[in-house]
């Protein structure tokens, strides 16, 4: 553990409280991964937390091709069904809205954990 901790180490390290608890307060996305599971494919929005998410499949958004779909709706539209995308985790949260509005027939929010939210991408056929 390293000298300059915030104290949260500390606490897990002393028993205080347990690593589960200590990840949660930490982290904004960590309660949201217990939802996700290895084969689901997640497209991450400002998302850095790919350790603690279960899944082997991760795009990214300031990478290609997720970089390229820009705010066209027509474009993440394509992307996430070219891709099989199931879950976007995005955080934090824009504060004047984001393309995923815009997705609103296919992407719908599953679940929040202060400034990140889980959003469920339907796939072609699914209610």
Same mark, same amino acid.
């Not at 949260?8 to 990840?23: D, H, M, Q, Y």
């Not at 824009?94 to 992407?107: F, R």
């Given at each position: ?27 904004? =996305?960590?309660?949201? /991964?217990? %939802?996700?599971?290895?084969? *689901?494919? &997640?497209?991450?929005? +400002? ?5 603690? =998410?279960?899944?082997? /499949?991760? %795009?990214?958004?300031?990478? *290609?091709? &997720?970089?390229?779909? +820009? ?57």
């Amino acid at each position: 553990m390293q000298l300059g901790s915030s104290g949260i180490e500390w606490k897990v390290a002393a028993g205080a409280i347990s690593r589960e608890k200590a990840l949660e307060e930490k982290l904004d =996305s960590y309660p949201l /991964w217990k %939802l996700v599971r290895p084969e *689901d494919r &997640v497209v991450f929005l +400002g998302e850095n937390d790919r350790f603690h =998410s279960p899944t082997e /499949w991760v %795009l990214r958004n300031a990478y *290609d091709p &997720v970089n390229q779909w +820009g705010q066209d709706p027509d474009l993440w539209r394509r992307g996430l069904g070219r891709f099989h995308v199931t879950w976007i985790v995005e955080n934090p949260s824009p504060p004047h809205g984001s393309v995923l509005e815009s997705l609103s027939d296919i992407v719908v929010p599953i679940a929040r954990s202060r400034a990140a939210t889980l959003y469920r991408v339907r796939q072609p056929g699914e209610p």
